[in-house]
């Protein structure tokens, strides 16, 4: 990627460091996904995008700056993309899953925080990530107390608009949140230049709804046994749907669809028929975070479902299509939002029901929830989890860990305990 | 002849069974060159070696056949030496696992700590040299001698250290801290038990299931009986041989 060094310094990136970051990845992603066994032809793409992760992508959203597009960073599944769209915008998650920059950020934050805001913080202060420094302007939320005040702090570097995000879902909560979602278009209105227009949004909630058709059509595949694409493979699609261009990226989701459905009717898989299957619950796990997935998939156990928000939260529901209205376009998409299972909600009953009905759905043995550590609203609400999968007889097994390595030892014992008993 | 090795963090177990019945059993220094010291252990030809502790992997891609996690392990050798245990405790060189079975000995269930060595057998030995004893039977015999009020709060080895060096600069008798380390061990030992529903036989494996003082102050904490095999270190590396001679994964 050196040939992008002009682009990184123009983006006032500190060099030394983002070559270190660089350097970190590709012997990572060898280890972790390149020596999979039976990996699908159509997942060549995914490779290169994450190759190009600060290459070509990068490039790309500099040629629609210099074409007088805007970026719009976002640290959550809660900010709607649809709109951002709809002004010719293009929309970025940030988020990310390594731990450089942590000295960087330990300047401003408390040391014991979560990884993931650790990180986001390091990748601003550090000026090691192209995204963060490509963005017109980045969207925060209220999604956790950790995350809320951080941007407070973020905010001294970059400029941070907050949308509230509710903690309940009664109908003054609906209320707020379209209104949080009116001024956000009208923020992305002024950022962009561009009004938006009932013709732009429907195309775009369109769009957006057929890159979460494409996963959906993704995740349905999982459901056969033997599993058509491994779990690492999948999250690894779910990460990029959040920073790759929305129709080249739904094409190939469809793509390797084609090639899982052909795979499913051979009886195809990527391990044996009757292999444990697990479902992943729990925080995101934000690119290249893939510690706990990869040490389920070497323990003997396939991981079919990510109840996740890079996951089935991500793309589990969509835009009604049905309105023709501005106003009742909104209305559609802020609704849309609010039936994402975060754990930000009390109570969180939906996320309960659900994972239970995943569980028979994929037809899995037992559910590994993973928490980062302090993650107050995940690692308190594993105890409803538990509580709900007792009473139906689900194993669980809960980790708690963060970006580090240093218990993967003792991880991968507990992991593959839990595969053994499941067995 | 089918043969057990348990690869420890600091004791390597190897145990072979024939028709049945343990026809040896032998432990070892871990040392610092675990593999090759497990390898030598291998003298015969066996028809099956499965591997199970830290280096069980490493094992594998050298001699063993396959390989079941210490959980398991612990698990099989306990309901054999005990049928019918329902709980297993296995406390080690550098974790500690409870473990609960089903009325069939299948594992239902377990906790393990997670990262550090606090209240393993590696706290103990630091403790024990911090205070100046010769070796682990000596210090528990000395804290059995001692008398109770002294009570260490921190479990984290290191500051736990510094916790019985402040002490005993206060004056207080090596015993009575002797006592406060162990039973610092028995506390936590005991929530991690509660916290997974402790159902009776219970059986303690591992290393520190010699220590008389740990298992004395269990019971009495427990208000159980604590089962302990005559050889506890040896407990994972026969669950490895009777599931080598399961012929199981």
Not at chain 2, 140 to 152: D, F, M, Y
């Amino acid at each position: 990627m050196s040939n992008y060094n002009e682009m990184w310094r123009s983006l006032g990136l500190n060099m030394e460091a983002h070559d270190r970051l660089l350097q970190a990845l590709p012997p990572t992603y060898h280890d972790v996904y390149l020596t999979q066994p039976n990996r699908p032809q159509g997942l060549e793409y995914f490779d290169f995008v994450v190759n190009e992760i600060h290459g070509l992508r990068i490039q790309e959203l500099q040629e629609h700056k210099q074409n007088g597009g805007k970026v719009i960073g976002a640290f959550c599944v809660f900010v709607p993309e649809e709109i951002v769209r709809a002004a010719g915008g293009i929309c970025i998650g940030l988020c990310s899953g390594i731990d450089i920059g942590a000295a960087e950020a330990e300047k401003v934050l408390p040391r014991n925080i979560c990884p993931l805001i650790k990180s986001f913080m390091g990748f601003k202060l550090a000026k090691i990530c192209p995204y963060f420094e490509s963005c017109d302007m980045v969207v925060g939320e209220t999604t956790c107390d950790g995350k809320k005040k951080a941007f407070e702090i973020l905010n001294d570097y970059v400029p941070v608009h907050v949308m509230e995000t509710p903690q309940m879902k009664r109908g003054r909560d609906r209320e707020l949140w379209l209104e949080e979602v009116r001024d956000f278009a009208r923020l992305v209105e002024e950022t962009t230049g561009n009004r938006l227009t009932t013709e732009t949004l429907a195309k775009s909630i369109r769009e957006v709804n057929g890159k979460r058709r494409a996963l959906r059509r993704l995740a349905e595949l999982r459901k056969n046994d033997p599993a058509p694409i491994s779990g690492l493979d999948s999250l690894l699609i779910e990460q990029i749907a959040m920073y790759d261009d929305v129709e080249r990226f739904t094409g190939k989701v469809n793509e390797l669809c084609d090639e899982l459905d052909k795979k499913v009717q051979t009886g195809e898989g990527v391990f044996p028929s009757g292999t444990p299957r697990v479902i992943v619950t729990g925080t995101p796990m934000a690119i290249p975070n893939w510690k706990v997935p990869h040490l389920i998939e070497t323990s003997g156990a396939v991981i079919v479902a990510e109840e996740l928000c890079t996951g089935l939260r991500y793309f589990e529901n969509e835009v009604a299509e049905d309105a023709g209205a501005m106003d009742a376009m909104l209305e559609n998409v802020a609704a849309r939002y609010l039936g994402v299972n975060c754990a930000v909600f009390t109570p969180n009953t939906g996320r309960m029901e659900r994972l239970v009905q995943l569980v028979r759905e994929y037809n899995a043995d037992g559910v590994i929830h993973c928490a980062l550590s302090f993650c107050d609203p995940y690692a308190v609400e594993a105890n409803r989890v538990e509580k709900v999968l007792k009473e139906e007889n689900i194993p669980l097994l809960k980790i708690e860990t963060g970006y580090d390595q240093e218990d993967a030892g003792q991880l991968k014992t507990r992991i593959e305990a839990f595969i053994e008993m499941l067995g | 002849m089918y043969a057990g090795i348990d690869i420890g963090s600091r004791t390597i177990g190897f145990v072979v069974l024939s028709e049945g019945r343990v026809a040896l059993s032998r432990l070892i220094d871990t040392g610092f060159e675990p593999l090759g010291a497990a390898k030598n252990m291998l003298t015969e030809k066996y028809r099956r070696v499965v591997a199970t502790g830290y280096g069980r992997h490493a094992a594998k891609s050298h001699f063993a056949d396959a390989v079941i996690t210490e959980i398991k392990a612990h698990a099989l050798g306990a309901a054999h030496i005990f049928p019918g245990v329902r709980t297993v405790l296995d406390i080690g060189g550098q974790d500690t696992k409870v473990i609960l079975l089903d009325e069939r000995g299948v594992v239902a269930d377990f906790q393990m700590n997670d990262r550090c060595s606090a209240g393993t057998g590696k706290f103990l030995e630091v403790m024990a040299a911090a205070l100046g004893y010769g070796g682990m039977d000596e210090f528990g015999e000395a804290a059995l001698q001692g008398s109770g009020g002294i009570k260490i709060s921190n479990m984290c080895t290191v500051f736990a250290e510094s916790e019985a060096v402040s002490l005993m600069h206060r004056g207080a008798a090596r015993e009575d801290i002797a006592l406060a380390l162990h039973s610092a061990v028995v506390e936590r030992t005991a929530g991690m038990l509660q916290r997974i529903g402790l159902t009776p036989p219970l059986v303690f494996s591992g290393g520190v299931a010699n220590n008389r003082c740990i298992v004395t102050l269990l019971a009495e904490k427990l208000g159980t009986k604590v089962l302990v095999p005559p050889e506890p270190q040896l407990v994972g590396a026969l669950g490895a041989a009777l599931a080598a001679a399961k012929e199981q994964h």
